[in-house]
DNA sequence: CGGATTTGACCTGCGC
DNA sequence: GCGCAGGTCAAATCCG
């Protein structure tokens, strides 16, 4: 992903904007307050090119913040290239973690997805190493993004789990917690949750099996894409406690499930199928939009902006009537 | 009191 | 065969 993904140019249409924003005024007030007619022409050209040049530099502010994030985002990015590609050579080249070095690897390409190849199901060769491994029918991971502060390894996905182990591996210094589902035997999916080494804020779950029934509950946001989702379910998993919603009080939280296309739930396809191209630009266009516009400050000073324009116009109106 | 969670012990697979 | 590490079991404990 590039940030050329983003167009940087804004265009804030404010002919049109001016015109709704005008319209809407009326009705606010009652009657119509239209002197346009009456401004002479080049007192009016005085204003709109004033305001023009207004209106670009405000352009140009807001084109310099998008700028700004979408360096952010590439070096973020750069960043996990670089992790990525450290743990695959440390990974060859440690012979103390030769075992289960394709979960490793699975973790890395898991954590953000990106890479198109995010399919997380164990690979033949690596499954049928096992005979055991064959028979699992497969693997799936989801990273989410939870209060660091929040100890439970707790993933909230619908489905009501029952702990049966807990154990500090080696690679992580954080416990890795093991779940059945509620239905086993009858049900056989697996789970296992860890904190990311990398990022202890990010919650990654292992899931092993398929559900052979429905969810216990409503499904919440946490495996959905892009979706918030409360981190403080901290009993999510205990059937006596009700759902969490999410609310704006709630810690502000992104799940990424990048490794399940949208309607993953509805669809038998494997999770080695890899998600088009264009579909995961388009999600994460979504995504910084939605995260642009969860910005309070970010929302707040383009409120500003744009109100200070079209007040600016209408009293400029007014007061050149 | 019943179900869920915790946690130490045990099992199993793998590399040397 | 031994040691290591991940995975699982099951008794103890917790909690509503």
Known sequence: M?????????????????????????????????????????????VLVEELTRVSAENKKLTEMLTVLCEHYTSLQNQYKELVSKSSESEAAA???????AECEDYSTAMIGFTGNAESSCSDENSCKKPKECIKAKVSRACVRTDPSDNSLIVRDGYQWRKYGQKVTRDNPSPRAYFKC???PSCPVKKKVQRSAEDPSILVATYEGEHNHTRHSPAPAALSSLSPV?????????PRSAPVSSSSSAPATLTLDLMKPAGWDDVTEKPTQQVDQPAIQQVLVQQMAASLTRDPNFTAALAAAISGKVLDHTFGDKFHS
């Open 95 to 101: 012979t103390s973690s030769k075992k289960r070095k």
């Open 182 to 184: 509620s239905f086993a």
């Open 2 to 46: 590039e940030s050329a993904w983003v167009n940087t140019t804004l265009d804030l249409s404010i002919n049109s904007f001016h015109h709704t924003s005008k319209a809407l005024k009326r009705e606010a007030d009652g009657k119509m307050v239209d002197s346009d007619v009456k401004v002479p022409v080049k007192h009016e050209a005085g």
């Open 230 to 238: 409360n981190s403080s379910g901290a009993t999510a998993n205990n």
